[in-house]
């Protein structure tokens, strides 16, 4: 093996292990007592990824109508059309819509071979009796499915399977490859590990035909590293760790200790490796073996023997305990690493959940069972879950099924159990129940960290418990799953429920009341909105932005109702002589606080800006009242009045002038560009647009279609306003900048690659609301 030397580092900063530390510390965890390390070596898992069309058949559920037809002829033997259709309550003979149902549904039946006769006497043949019994028919369908083939050891079938999640780890070749030419006896083998869904004896899947499409030859690296047992030097093992996920394959382990071709040849490799890097190392052979043998020093050989009395002990402790088996997911900064058993009887996994709750200390505990009873619940579970809820940060989550096709009438919640359910659920925001679609498997989830644990069995946790004074306990059982099978049910779970309470949340932000929106929060809402999925965002992103438009609402509302009564106040305090200069700089500051408080927002609803600019006029226009009145209006006063209401008059022209353009064709050169912005500005400045079509219409398509015409682009966070952006365009000698704009951080991220320096050397002309209208005149004249 090849050595680490030391190197003196002078950046203090964490470094990752070498390959070969972070791999023994990995085996180390697992290997027995009594083994050591022996060497290990990289090595390419050189396989065909091969593609082909596959013709699968499955079986396929009859729908209640073909249940129905299939009952009558078991019951009666034979039957008419019209006659099926009188027993079925279908009007066939005067209603031809219903008769068409009927007949779609029969000759659905014929089409498979279940039925046989014509309309006056109908009868099952013997496959049909088949799928009367199983109610099943078999249905035929194509897929396109991957395979991944070793031509050099054929009899590994899961390459796949051993993989995993890490397909994008795959190195592999452009250039298709030659047809394998294999039977479809060993694509069967190969698609009943890697491909079920196409080929899967057990549930009836099974593949019919495949037809070879492409093949491209792959790899995938791993490190195989043996361990040698001290008590007998023949007795070798493989460990493989995958650098991807920086922990042990168990699968790919197991798969190459059961092989022994590759085994081996893996070993044969490994031991070379070790004399190519290591000039010392040398093979021994015949004699030189028992020679070398005896010349082992009596020190090692009692430190070998230690070992195996050390391991001889902790197997006969397992023998009496259970053995407790380390979870795989690595645990996560803070979080203690949970040791769990791998299977648990009645009795210990009711001890086992009052510790999940009383001692891991885990953030979320999901409890899923099809059933939930009195009897568990309000005793044993309730308890446990309302004590853990007091901790705000952690949160419980339960689903039970929904009745049985076939049950008896019986609610799946007993009615004791429900108002102890609804005031959890009112009384504790990280409390989340739900009612999923009808299962009976029983799971419970540990999640602590990064680390997800699923048990998962018979044990029905939230219908039955047991105590340890009972002494005759029911056997259930249940096992402890694989960590990756933890996360994927984990996700899963998470989806369900986030479908569910996406249902939940909009109806309660839809049925809100205007004075409760300023002070809604929604901490379950919170929750599946950090989750790092894009299902449950796209479920929750909606529903996020109905409640920014809703708040958006209230709050232009309430804004509107100030305007209007400050508008009444100054028209009342117009009449009655004025206002004095402290009152009317009051009402300027507060209209100027409204004025940002609407730009922060975006609203830019024309009858509150109207109102607001009316407003500003009247202040102005309001007399000032003065302690010792003089007699003669200063001058300017007039011109000053005229001044405003040039400001105010409207430019029909003009303004027509400029939406059309923008609504007019496209600009072809860098000039039309500039007329295009100079108009944008305008009616922008003047409100002619408001500001979700400034962003989303006008400024898209000017800065993803016409990059080649402008000069300059910049996007800047605004200096005025928190969340809001500034958009700057350069285009021949004008600087356009349009300010305090709204969008999204992937819209951000999408015009980043548009931006560009101005390189030109020409002295730029800022665009402003005073000059825009000269500037555009220009191009209108």
Request: net charge negative.
């Amino acid at each position: 093996m090849s050595k680490i030397k030391k190197h003196n580092n002078t950046v203090s900063k964490k470094i990752q292990e070498p390959i070969g530390t972070r791999i023994a510390k990995a085996v180390f965890e697992e290997k027995k007592i009594s083994e050591r390390i022996f060497g290990y070596i990289s090595y390419d898992i050189n396989f065909v990824k091969a593609t082909y069309t596959g013709k699968t058949q499955r079986p396929a559920k009859i729908t209640s109508l073909e249940k129905g037809i299939v009952g009558i002829l078991l019951a009666d033997e034979t039957s008419s059309f019209d006659k099926m259709g009188l027993i079925l309550g279908l009007d066939v003979v005067n209603d031809k819509a219903e008769q068409s149902i009927l007949r779609t549904a029969i000759e659905t039946l014929r089409g498979f071979n279940a039925i046989e006769g014509d309309d006056s006497c109908m009868a099952l043949t013997d496959a049909g009796r088949t799928y009367a019994d199983k109610g099943e028919r078999p249905d035929t369908y194509s897929k396109t499915f991957d395979i991944y083939v070793d031509k050099s050891h054929m009899s590994w079938l899961n390459i796949k399977n051993c993989i995993g999640d890490n397909n994008s780890r795959i190195t592999e070749i452009n250039t298709p490859c030659d047809n394998l030419d294999l039977t479809l006896d060993q694509i069967k083998q190969f698609a009943e590990c890697q491909a079920q869904d196409v080929h899967f004896p057990q549930n009836r899947y099974l593949l019919e035909s495949a037809v070879w499409s492409e093949g491209h030859e792959a790899s995938y690296k791993v490190y195989v590293c043996f361990v040698q047992s001290v008590a007998s030097s023949d007795q070798v093992r493989a460990f493989v760790f995958d650098e991807n996920t920086n922990a042990l394959n168990g699968i790919m382990s197991e798969q190459i200790n059961s092989n022994v071709e590759l085994m081996s040849e893996l070993l044969e490799n490994c031991i070379k490796f070790e004399c190519e890097i290591d000039e010392e190392t040398i093979v021994l052979e015949g004699d030189e073996v028992e020679v070398a043998k005896s010349e082992i020093s009596e020190d090692i050989k009692e430190a070998e023997k230690q070992l195996v009395i050390e391991e001889e002990k902790a197997q006969n402790a397992d023998s009496i305990n259970t053995q407790d088996l380390p979870i795989t997911t690595p645990s996560s900064s803070g979080k203690e690493r949970l040791h769990k058993k791998a299977l648990y009887d009645s009795l210990s996994f009711e001890l086992e959940l009052q510790k999940i709750f009383n001692e891991d200390d885990p953030d979320e505990i999901w409890l899923i069972s099809p059933w939930i009873r009195k009897g568990a619940f309000m005793h044993d579970r309730g308890p446990l879950i309302e004590n853990f809820l007091k901790d705000e940060n952690k949160r419980v989550f339960i689903a039970y099924s929904e009745p049985a096709s076939n049950n008896d009438g019986k609610p799946m919640m007993d009615e004791e159990v429900e108002p102890g359910i609804k005031l959890l659920d009112e009384q504790y925001s990280n409390f989340f129940y739900v009612q999923l679609p009808e299962f009976h498997l029983k799971n419970v989830i540990e999640v602590k960290g990064e680390q997800k644990i699923l048990f998962s069995g018979s044990f029905n946790v939230l219908s039955f418990s047991v105590s340890e004074e009972q002494k005759h306990v029911r056997r259930e059982e249940m096992t402890l799953a694989h960590h990756t099978v933890a996360k994927n049910k984990y996700t899963d779970f998470q989806l369900e429920f986030a479908e569910i309470y996406a249902s939940r949340i909009r109806k309660e932000i839809e049925n809100l009341e205007v004075t409760s929106l300023s002070n809604y929060k929604n901490e379950r809402l919170d929750y599946f909105l950090n989750i790092d999925n894009p299902e449950v965002h796209k479920l929750f992103s909606p529903i996020e932005d109905l409640l920014e438009e809703k708040t958006l609402g209230c709050l232009k509302e309430e804004l509107y109702k100030k305007l209007a009564k400050i508008g009444q106040e100054l028209v009342a305090a117009s009449n009655m002589g004025g206002l004095n200069l402290k009152d009317k700089k009051r009402y300027k500051t507060s209209l100027e606080s409204i004025s940002k408080e609407l730009s922060s927002n975006s609203i830019d609803d024309p009858s509150t800006m109207e109102l607001l600019d009316n407003n500003l006029l009247l202040l102005e226009a309001v007399p000032e009242k003065k302690i010792f009145p003089g007699k003669v209006q200063k001058s300017g006063q007039t011109t000053n009045n005229s001044k405003r209401n040039n400001v105010v008059v409207v430019n029909g022209s003009i303004n027509d002038f400029a939406t059309s353009v923008i609504d007019g064709s496209e600009p072809l050169n860098k000039n039309e560009l500039d007329k295009h912005l100079l108009a944008l500005f305008y009616c922008s400045t003047r409100r002619l647009i408001n500001k979700n079509a400034l962003v989303h219409t006008y400024l898209k398509n000017y800065i993803v279609n016409y990059s080649e015409f402008y000069d300059g682009l910049m996007i800047e966070s605004s200096s005025s306003n928190e969340g809001l952006y500034d958009v700057t365009f350069i285009v021949s000698n004008h600087s356009f900048k349009f300010r305090n704009l709204m969008f999204s951080d992937s819209l951000r991220e999408k015009w980043s690659s548009y931006i560009k320096c101005n390189n030109t050397e020409r002295r730029l002309t800022f665009v402003t609301t005073q000059s825009i209208e000269s500037l555009l005149t220009k191009y209108k004249d």
